[in-house]
C-alpha cells in the first residue's frame, strides 16, 4: 500500500444532481474530552489515536468522512490545556492555529468534567474566534439530563453557538445528528479529497501513531509523557508483505528500560499489537521491528516538533 497523498481532486463527488457542501471542521476541547474517539466515530475508521493518557494527540490530524452529499473534514486538534513545556506551546498553538482555519468550530465538552479545569477559559477564548460554533457534550450516558441542559445552558451564556448536542462518541448516540448538521450546515462545492479517501495523514506517520497508541495502553501508568515514534523505513516486499523498521525515543535510559521491560516482554507486547493493527489497516502482512534509543531533551529539538507536524516555538 502506498501512502496516502494530500492532494485535492479535481472531480471528486457524487454522480447525482444534487449540490454537494464541503468543509473543515475543527474539533477543539480540553483534553481527554473524546476528540479523537468522535473523530473515528465520524469517519467510520482510525485516523486518530486514542488513548487514556492526556494529550495523546499532539498535531493536528484530518478524518475526512462522506455523509449524504458532503464531505467533511474534521481536524482532530491536540487537547488545549495551560501549557507548561514547549511541546506544550506547540500543542495548543496548533489546536488554535486549526481551529482558526475551520469553516465551524466544534467544541468538545466531557459532560461528566463540565467546564471545570481548561473549559471555562477555552470558552472564554472563543469569543474571539469568528467561525460559526457548535457545542457538543459527551459521555451523555453518565450524567444526569438536569445536569447536561444546566451545562449546556452556562456554556451557551458564555458562547452563541449555533447549535448544542448531546451525544456519546462511545456508542454513537446522538453523532448522527451532528453529521446531519454539518452536512446541509458546510458550504456548497466540490469535494476536496477523493471519494476513497479518509485521512490525509502519510502511512509512514500513522503507523507511528499507532505504535505510539499502544505504547501508551500498554505502559501509561509508567512512561512519562515524553516519549516520541519515528518510522525510520517502510519497504514493500516481493511478496506483498511490507517491512516497518521504527525507533522509540525517551529521554533517559530508566525510560529505555520501561519501554523494553522484563526479558523484552513490554516491547515484544506493543510490537505485537502495533502489527496485528497495521496488517488489518493495511490488508497486507506486516513486519515490523521496533528499537528503543535514548535522546536526551528531545522536547527541545525542531527536528522532532517538525517530524510531528509542529512549529517549534522560539523563546
Known amino acids: 500500500m502506498t501512502e496516502l497523498e494530500n492532494q485535492p481532486a479535481d472531480d471528486s463527488g457524487p454522480t447525482d444532481a444534487r449540490p454537494t457542501h464541503s468543509g473543515f471542521v475543527a474539533l477543539i476541547g480540553p483534553t481527554n474530552a473524546g476528540k479523537s474517539t468522535l473523530v473515528n466515530r465520524f469517519v467510520g475508521a482510525k485516523v486518530s489515536i486514542v488513548s487514556h493518557k492526556v494529550q495523546t494527540t499532539r498535531a493536528v490530524m484530518r478524518g475526512i468522512a462522506i455523509h449524504d452529499n458532503a464531505q467533511i473534514v474534521f481536524?482532530?486538534?491536540?487537547?488545549?490545556?495551560?501549557?507548561?513545556?514547549?511541546?506544550?506551546?506547540?500543542?495548543?498553538?496548533?489546536?488554535?492555529?486549526?481551529?482558526?482555519?475551520?469553516?465551524?468550530?466544534l467544541l468538545l465538552i466531557d459532560s461528566e468534567r463540565g467546564l471545570r479545569g481548561d473549559g471555562e477559559a477555552i470558552l472564554e477564548a472563543l469569543k474571539d474566534v469568528h467561525q460559526p460554533k457548535i457545542l457538543v457534550l459527551n459521555k451523555i450516558d453518565q450524567v444526569r439530563h438536569e445536569d447536561l441542559l444546566k451545562l449546556a445552558a452556562t456554556a451557551n451564556e458564555a458562547v452563541k453557538f449555533e447549535r448544542t448536542f448531546m451525544i456519546s462518541a462511545t456508542n454513537g448516540s446522538g453523532c448522527d445528528d451532528v453529521m446531519d448538521y454539518l452536512a446541509t450546515t458546510l458550504p456548497e462545492g466540490p469535494w476536496y479529497y477523493p471519494e476513497d479517501q479518509i485521512s490525509d495523514l502519510p502511512m509512514r506517520q500513522l503507523a507511528?501513531?499507532?505504535?505510539?497508541?499502544?505504547?501508551?495502553?500498554?505502559?501509561?501508568?509508567?512512561?512519562?509523557?515524553?516519549?516520541?515514534?519515528?518510522?525510520?523505513?517502510w519497504e514493500e516486499r516481493k511478496d506483498g508483505s511490507v517491512r516497518i523498521e521504527q525507533v522509540i525515543y525517551v529521554?533517559?535510559?530508566?525510560?529505555?528500560?520501561?519501554?523494553?521491560?522484563?526479558?523484552?516482554?513490554?516491547?515484544?507486547?506493543?510490537?505485537?499489537?502495533?502489527?496485528?493493527?497495521?496488517?488489518?489497516?493495511?490488508?497486507?502482512?506486516?513486519?515490523?521491528f521496533l528499537f528503543v534509543k535514548v535522546r536526551e531533551n528531545w522536547?527541545?529539538?525542531?527536528?522532532?516538533?517538525?517530524?510531528?507536524?509542529?512549529?517549534?516555538?522560539?523563546d
Do not use: C
Open 208 to 233: 507511528a501513531e499507532i505504535t505510539r497508541e499502544k505504547l501508551f495502553l500498554r505502559l501509561h501508568q509508567e512512561l512519562p509523557y515524553s516519549s516520541h515514534v519515528e518510522t525510520e523505513k
Open 75 to 105: 481536524m482532530d486538534t491536540p487537547g488545549i490545556f495551560k501549557p507548561r513545556r514547549r511541546l506544550d506551546r506547540a500543542m495548543v498553538t496548533s489546536a488554535w492555529g486549526g481551529a482558526k482555519d475551520a469553516d465551524m468550530i
Open 299 to 314: 522536547g527541545d529539538d525542531p527536528e522532532r516538533f517538525r517530524e510531528m507536524g509542529l512549529e517549534f516555538p522560539r
Open 251 to 288: 529521554e533517559r535510559d530508566s525510560q529505555k528500560k520501561i519501554v523494553l521491560g522484563k526479558n523484552g516482554d513490554a516491547i515484544k507486547s506493543i510490537s505485537t499489537s502495533s502489527r496485528k493493527e497495521l496488517s488489518e489497516i493495511l490488508e497486507q502482512t506486516v513486519h515490523l
